[in-house]
T-cell receptor
Framework: DAKTTQPNSMESNEEEPVHLPCNHS???????IHWYRQLPSQGPEYVIH???SNVNNRMASLAIAEDRKSSTLILHRATLRDAAVYYC??????????????FGKGTHLIIQP | GAVVSQHPSWVICKSGTSVKIECRSL??????MFWYRQFPKQSLMLMAT?????????EQGVEKDKFLINHASLTLSTLTVTSAHPEDSSFYIC??????????????FGDGTRLSIL
């Protein structure tokens, strides 16, 4: 899987938007961009994924650069429950997702009340 | 939907004991499940891929005789840490893939099992 680069940590205030960046300059044309988050002492939780177009769901939005070499996860209104480690992961489209995920170090998001 | 349950949530046992961890997909069938390990302040590392009805595939550096995986049904995979030692203490997490959904789908994770070997 191609490599992703994320800031080690970010801090934001409660009820404000949060933009979590991810660089993936070696992304291939068939790689999907996935985001997961891991709350303390829990397993990872799927957040969102996309290929080329921006995506929205009930949890977040994913903005993908036109050249696909970077993406941004957007939490529109952060709450204390959003404090977690956020992982940006590239997944090849082949194989139907039969491979396990390769986790980097992720971004530790701290939310201040 | 898409719930994965892991049991037990935590276990403390003496060195030399074998420990079995269960991973169940509660509302879908999973032909493939994955086992990860996470040491404190580190990221998740894939240990092995568990395939229903066949042998597991282990990542490089993971001892297959120490970490026994059984995937006997479409909803259950087990990981047995044999003769566990303190260095095996870790957070073990499983995930599952819905067999009915192809293509680039999310993986569904359990809440993990914290294993402490004294």
């Amino acid at each position: 899987d191609a490599k992703t680069t994320q800031p080690n940590s970010m801090e934001s205030n409660e009820e404000e938007p949060v933009h979590l960046p991810c660089n993936h300059s070696t992304i291939s044309g068939t790689d999907y961009i996935h985001w997961y988050r891991q709350l303390p002492s829990q397993g990872p939780e799927y957040v969102i994924h996309g290929l080329t177009s921006n995506v929205n769901n009930r949890m977040a939005s994913l903005a993908i650069a036109e050249d696909r070499k970077s993406s941004t996860l957007i939490l529109h209104r952060a709450t204390l429950r959003d404090a977690a480690v956020y992982y940006c992961i590239l997944r090849e489209n082949s194989g139907g997702g039969a491979d396990g995920l390769t986790f980097g170090k992720g971004t530790h998001l701290i939310i201040q009340p | 939907g898409a719930v994965v349950s892991q049991h037990p949530s935590w276990v403390i046992c003496k060195s030399g004991t074998s420990v079995k961890i269960e991973c169940r997909s509660l509302d879908f069938q999973a032909t493939t499940m994955f086992w990860y390990r996470q040491f404190p302040k580190q990221s998740l590392m894939l240990m092995a891929t568990s395939n229903e009805g066949s042998k597991a595939t282990y990542e490089q550096g993971v001892e297959k005789d120490k970490f026994l995986i059984n995937h006997a049904s479409l909803t259950l995979s087990t990981l047995t840490v044999t003769s566990a030692h303190p260095e095996d203490s870790s957070f073990y997490i499983c995930s599952a893939k819905n067999r009915l959904i192809y293509s680039n789908q999310p993986q569904h994770f359990g809440d993990g099992t914290r294993l402490s070997i004294l």
